[in-house]
Structures are given as C-alpha cells and as structure tokens.
C-alpha cells in the first residue's frame, strides 16, 4: 500500500477510523438490512425523516462535511485536502460501510457552482447539498437535442424582473423525484453554442411538469420534464448570459468521471454485485483442479477481470491528474467509454454464466440474484449512451485528448 505521507495523515486516520466506529448506524453493519431504496437520495422528501437509519447516517456525515469532503468548510463541506479525503474514502471502503449519499448535486452541480456561481448562490445552494436536504436532476438532453447538445431549443426570455422558460426536456433522470433541476436552456436563438445559459429551476414551480418513461429493464427512473411559462428570478442564471455552453462541458467532465467511478465490481447501475468467477462456477461447475468448467467463459471472464484492474488503474490516475490541476479534464471521456464496455461485458457474462436461469423477468422459477442479473444486464444496454454516447466520448478522445483534427461538432 502507499505511503499517505506523515504523521499528521496517521493521526487523521487513526480520528476518521475512531469516528466511523463511533457513529456508522449499528443497523448498516449488516449487508442484508435494507433501507427505503431512496432514502441514499436525500431531499425534501426525506425532510424530518430520520428513522431510516440511512437517513441518519447521511446526517451525520454530513454534519461533518464528509458527503462532499472535499468542498470548503465555508459551504458546509469537509475542507479536506486531497490526502485526507483518500483516506477517508480507504477506511470507509475497508470498514464496508455504505456510502452516506448519492447526488447530482455532489457529483455534478457542486463543483461548478464552486467554479462559476456567485457567493450569493454558493450560499444558497452548496449547503443544502452537503446535507442532503435537496436532491438535484439534470435537464441537458432534448428530444432534438442528444449528442448535438447544443442544438437545445428550451427559450429562456429576459421579462425585465424575472426570466421565463418555455420548453421541454427528455431523459431527465429522476425528475419527478428531485426539488430542483440544473438546466440549459437558449438565452440566444441566432447563435448555437453561444447562445445557452445555465439556469437553476426549483421544480415545485408553476409550470413545471414530468412524465416518467419506463426503461427496457422494467424500472422508470427517467422522465419527460416540460416547462410552460416558468418564472424563474434573476439570480437562477449561472455565469454569464449566453455563457453556459463552457459550464455544461465543464459539469460533463465531472459526470463522466463519476459515472465511471461507479463501475466496479457491482457492475455499474443495475448489476449483480460479487465475484463473477465463483457466480459462474455455482451454476457451470468445476474442472478436476477446481476452475471453472467452461474453459471459453473462463477466459473471457478473465479478461474482464484485467480489464477492470486495468480501468480501476486507469480511474485513478486521471482521479490523480485532476486533483493535481483543475479538476477533471477530456480525459474522462476516457473512462466514461471503457466503464461502459467493462459493465456490458460484465451483464453479459453474468447472464451466459446463469444459462437459462440467467433470462429471467420475474416469478418463481427465478431467485432475486438471477432476476437482478436479467434486469441489471438490460439496464447495462444504457450505459453506452448516459453521460454522452460511446461514440461521442471516442470522438472526445480523438479531438482533446489525442489533438485529432476537429470534423464534429457533438458534445
Ligand atoms: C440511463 C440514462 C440516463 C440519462 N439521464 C439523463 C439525464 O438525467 N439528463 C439528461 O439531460 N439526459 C439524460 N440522458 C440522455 C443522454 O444524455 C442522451 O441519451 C445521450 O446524450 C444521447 O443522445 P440521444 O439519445 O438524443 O441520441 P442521439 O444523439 O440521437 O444519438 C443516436 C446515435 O447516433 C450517434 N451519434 C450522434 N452524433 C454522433 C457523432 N457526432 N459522431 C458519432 N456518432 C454520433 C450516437 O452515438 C448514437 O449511437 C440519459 C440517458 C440514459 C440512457
């Protein structure tokens, strides 16, 4: 293991250890145990909600800062440098204990409200992230508007004292659960890319309404978003007018790097979690020396293994480079393509290794493993095209990574 560097990352280690004993809920130790599968969302509707005992284990990081440990003090984050947030995350990964919060505030938002919002809206919002008391959704994609991004057509109108969206949005990931959404919208119809803002909608506005669309794995956490004559104030723009396009980009290299860190041995969103070499020796048995019988499933299975090593390497050194300069860089467009083929080689080694009980919807016939693994390799299908589509990533990589010449204008 690295050395993290002197005594005082020791000493820091030895607090982070003695706190997560003292306060990690005594019913998270077990695996088993179950939470209200949204309670790890946070938001308004979990305000006065401390029961759930994930409820109160994202409280009580927060209270710290260590939902967002790395965000200055001063906005209710952990201040920590980046030595001590790693050692935060070591000792949480080797105490197994869940992860306190999952947000698009922390993920996303967080860090470019760091980068472009006023003090007024760092105020405003960063807080409120950190404590989990308002859960955020993205509104970018538009039905004309996917990969060619910058073809959004959402108008947001200056009236004077108010701004007033009209338009609508499509795939906006648990719309009809999140409080507000961060939203690009056209500020100016004569020019393309300089012609978007980046505005902050709070979604119990009049106007505001979503439909939710069901997905190929049977879950619906997705939705159509449409504005009629929302008002928004003058402070919901972030930066300049007509300035969002650079902030989109900017929030894009930020989801893509932790949409890749998500991948692992769960497989990404969706997947059966464990070792798929021992998952697929249960079902297609043993050689004489104890291997998996299947020799081909054994060597593919393999290399997908590698390829994970591989990309948990690849994961960290970019993670290294960013914290190193200013944060992300096109290199996550890197990881956001390999994490994607690693999860949907995985979903489908997983099902081939069930066989037959590997195909299953629902119903007794299957167990919850077996059904989970059906679902979590169609919900993998997604990957490929979540945060920007395989091919728009490889173009990515091609123009601001590897400086190929510039024959696209995609996101
Ligand atoms: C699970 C999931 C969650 C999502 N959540 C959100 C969300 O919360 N908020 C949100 O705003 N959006 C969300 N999206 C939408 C996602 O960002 C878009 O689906 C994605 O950007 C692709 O856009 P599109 O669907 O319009 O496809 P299109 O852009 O129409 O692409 C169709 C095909 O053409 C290819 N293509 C397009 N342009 C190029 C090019 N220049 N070079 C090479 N190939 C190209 C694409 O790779 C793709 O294969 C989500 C999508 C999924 C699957």
Same mark, same amino acid.
């Given at each position: ?61 927060? +209270? ?8 200055? +003090? ?22 197994? #204990? ?43 994609s538009?039905?004309?508007a996917g990969s060619d991004l910058a073809a ?22 648990? +719309? ?16 393309k890319h ?51 396009w650079?902030?989109a980009k900017?929030?894009l ?45 054994? %060597? ?21 480079? %960013?914290?190193? %300069?200013?944060?992300?860089?096109a290199?996550?467009s ?21 066989? #037959? ?31 920007g589509t395989s091919e728009v990533n490889l173009n990515v990589i091609s123009k601001r ?5 510039d024959l696209t204008a995609s996101r």
């Amino acid at each position: 293991m690295a050395d993290f560097g002197g005594g005082d990352l020791e000493a820091f280690r030895a607090e982070v250890r003695a706190w997560l004993d003292a306060n990690y809920p005594a019913d998270l130790r077990d695996p088993a145990v179950r939470t209200d599968p949204e309670a790890i969302w946070g938001g308004r509707a979990f305000a006065g909600e401390a029961r759930d005992p994930q409820i109160a284990w994202m409280r009580a990081m927060a +209270a710290k800062g260590w939902t967002a440990p790395a965000w200055p +003090a001063a906005y209710g984050g952990g201040g920590l440098s980046p030595d001590q947030v790693r050692v935060l995350e070591q000792e949480m990964a080797a105490g197994r #204990h869940r992860a306190p919060l999952a947000s698009f505030g922390v993920w996303m938002l967080g860090p470019v409200l760091l980068e472009y919002a006023t003090e007024a809206q760092k105020r405003e919002h960063l807080p409120p992230i950190v404590k989990g008391e308002i859960r955020w959704c993205q509104g970018y994609s538009e039905p004309g508007a996917g990969s060619d991004l910058a073809a959004l057509a959402t108008r947001c109108e200056d009236k004077g004292d108010h701004w007033l969206v009209n338009g609508g949005k499509i795939w906006t990931s648990f +719309a009809d659960k999140a409080d507000w959404c961060f939203c690009l919208v056209r500020t100016d119809t004569a020019r393309k890319h300089a012609g978007v803002s980046f505005v902050l909608i709070d979604m119990a506005s009049p106007g505001v309404e979503t439909r939710p669309i069901a997905l190929i794995s049977g879950e619906s956490p997705f939705c159509e978003t449409f504005f009629t004559d929302v008002k928004l104030p003058k402070d919901a723009l972030v930066g300049p007018v007509n300035g969002g396009w650079e902030i989109a980009k900017r929030l894009l290299q930020y989801e893509r790097q932790n949409i890749s860190g998500g991948f692992g041995e769960a497989g990404g969103a969706g997947g059966v979690a464990g070792d798929l070499g021992q998952i697929a020796k249960a079902y297609a048995g043993e050689d004489a020396t104890g291997r998996l019988a299947d020799s081909d499933l054994r %060597s593919r299975i393999t290399r997908n293994r590698m390829d994970f090593a591989c990309l948990r390497q690849t994961i960290g050194r970019i993670a290294a480079e %960013s914290r190193a %300069s200013n944060g992300p860089n096109a290199a996550t467009s890197i990881i956001k393509y390999a994490a994607a083929a690693f999860a949907q080689e995985r979903g489908e080694l997983m099902v081939e290794a069930m066989g #037959h009980q590997g195909l299953g919807w629902g119903g007794e016939g299957f167990a919850t493993p077996e059904i989970v693994a059906t679902r979590g390799w169609l919900r993998s299908k997604g990957n490929s095209i979540e945060g920007g589509t395989s091919e728009v990533n490889l173009n990515v990589i091609s123009k601001r990574v590897l400086g190929l010449p510039d024959l696209t204008a995609s996101r």
